[in-house]
């Protein structure tokens, strides 16, 4: 059974740190991951998508990369903005199109 | 593109009724709708896929007698919580897909069963 993991579940930062949050996943038989954005009592919004084949994706100052084999995935955070404030999940997608979401890594960035 | 709706987007009910959520794919057609639900400060756990015209495949666990959904076009879901308690008060998230692995989510839906 798939089960995601992230790390660490809560950071707390000043502004315009680069960062990097963590997910692992147990079984490395995916076909993409996925790393959202959630703000408080709101949907999930997708931030990057890479696919099985994919080392990593970008998009402005978001960069995810993927390595399958170990089963790891990191989300760097460049020059972080109180805008950034927020709860990130990964999820992956496996052989049965389900998404397997991750813990959450809860995310504040102060003044 | 790709944006998908709920409705409403907050619901408070009395224990025992029930209450309905619908979710729209408002630009594209969805072959499969996903059902979550999320605890305070929890991930999200999907509770069921449905695809338009069959019966929805229920997680292990949920109650499919419990927590109705119905498919009945390519872009529209409901979820039915039946006969409500407050133990079933949560934020329901829906996803569409268009041809499958990418999902494009709702707003949610914030029940709180009094």
């Known amino acids: 059974k798939q089960e995601v993991t992230q790390i660490p579940a809560a950071l707390s930062v000043p502004e315009g740190e680069n960062l990097v949050l963590n997910c692992s996943f147990t079984d490395s038989a995916i076909y993409n991951l996925q790393w959202f954005r959630q703000d408080p009592g709101k949907g999930l919004t997708s931030l990057l998508l890479?696919?099985?084949?994919?080392r990593e994706q970008t998009s402005g100052r978001l960069n995810a990369s993927l390595d399958k084999s170990s089963g790891r995935s990191t989300l760097y955070i460049a020059a972080s903005q109180p805008g950034d404030s927020a709860t990130y999940l990964c999820?992956?997608?496996?052989?049965?199109?389900?998404?397997?979401f991750g813990t959450g890594t809860r995310l504040q960035v102060f003044p | 593109g790709a944006v998908v709706s709920q409705h409403p987007s907050w619901v408070i009910c009395k224990s025992g009724t029930s209450v309905k959520i619908e979710c729209r794919s408002l630009?594209?057609?969805?072959?499969?709708m996903f059902w979550y639900r999320q605890f305070p400060k929890q991930s999200l756990m999907l509770m069921a896929t449905?695809?338009?015209?069959?019966?929805?495949?229920?997680e292990q666990g949920v109650e499919k007698d419990k927590f109705l959904i119905n498919h009945a076009s390519l872009t529209l879901s409901t979820l039915t919580v039946t006969s409500a308690h407050p133990e079933d008060s949560s934020f329901y998230i829906c996803?569409?897909?268009?041809?499958?692995?990418?999902?494009?989510f709702g707003p949610g839906t914030r029940l709180t069963v009094t």
């Open positions: 890479i696919q099985s084949s994919q």
């Open positions: 449905s695809n338009e015209g069959s019966k929805a495949t229920y």
């Open positions: 996803s569409a897909s268009p041809q499958g692995y990418e999902q494009y």
């Open positions: 999820a992956v997608v496996s052989n049965t199109d389900k998404l397997i």
């Open positions: 630009d594209f057609q969805a072959t499969t």
